[in-house]
């Protein structure tokens, strides 16, 4: 068995108990980052093995970990943030557990993008989730389709590159076009603030910014 397991984006009481359940029973956990999973079994008085499962090593580790699940043992994914799979590392595990009929749990739990859009204040009976940008290669492409998409648009992004990203999305969609940049969420220090893509280019480029952050994007007009 492969259990998707749902991290806190913040507030670790936000974890659910089915989750802690989970990670007591299973023979090993694969964390995003084993320091950081660490803190969070550690609060919970969990003892179980980790092991490293991440973007650089997942292509590496996939039929070592693959094989131990044929075998028998069972397995979470824990990633640093939110649910295993969004943005993060787990499709290319569960795809290789499908094909080998391992069956495959995913818990529902916490998602960065889904208090974001919910509290924007924008259209949210359709939306699309695009994750991160491209930082390059096909950037522009991408800027130039959504221009035209009609439904709220969702993203993750770096504090480092948030107002470059406000500034494009204000060149190719509009400078009016509403929006909502959500960061730190649950956390003590959140913040959500709204308006035009302008003007939220202008009020994060006069502060220093920090933080997991989601940018909310309303859609072109039907």
């Known amino acids: 068995m492969l259990y998707l397991v749902p991290s806190p984006i913040g507030n670790l009481q936000d974890i659910t108990l089915r989750a802690l359940e989970v990670l007591k029973t299973v023979d090993l956990i694969l964390a995003e980052d084993t320091r950081t999973s660490s803190r969070l079994l550690n609060h919970f008085q969990i003892q179980k093995p980790l092991t490293p499962y991440h973007q650089h090593n997942e292509h590496k580790v996939l039929q070592h970990l693959v094989d131990q699940?044929?075998?028998g043992k069972s397995m979470a994914v824990l990633t640093d943030a939110g649910t295993p799979g969004i943005s993060d590392p787990a499709f290319l595990l569960v795809r290789e557990c499908i094909r080998n009929q391992v069956k495959v749990?995913?818990?529902p739990g916490a998602t960065a993008f889904v208090p974001a859009l919910v509290n924007s204040g924008l259209p949210i009976h359709r939306f699309c989730f695009e994750g991160f940008l491209p930082l390059k290669k096909g950037r522009q492409t991408l800027f130039k389709k959504l221009a035209a998409e009609e439904r709220t648009m969702v993203f993750y992004e770096s504090p480092m590159r948030l107002v470059k990203t406000?500034?494009?999305?204000a060149v190719w969609l509009g400078a009016d076009r509403q929006a909502s940049v959500s960061?730190?969420?649950t956390k003590v220090f959140e913040e959500n603030k709204r308006g035009s893509l302008a003007e939220l280019a202008?009020?994060?480029s006069s502060k220093p910014v920090k933080g997991e952050i989601v940018v909310v994007v309303e859609g072109a007009p039907a």
């Open 202 to 204: 202008t009020y994060f």
């Open 166 to 169: 406000l500034e494009e999305l």
């Open 105 to 107: 749990e995913s818990l």
């Open 183 to 185: 960061r730190e969420l």
């Open 69 to 71: 699940l044929v075998a």
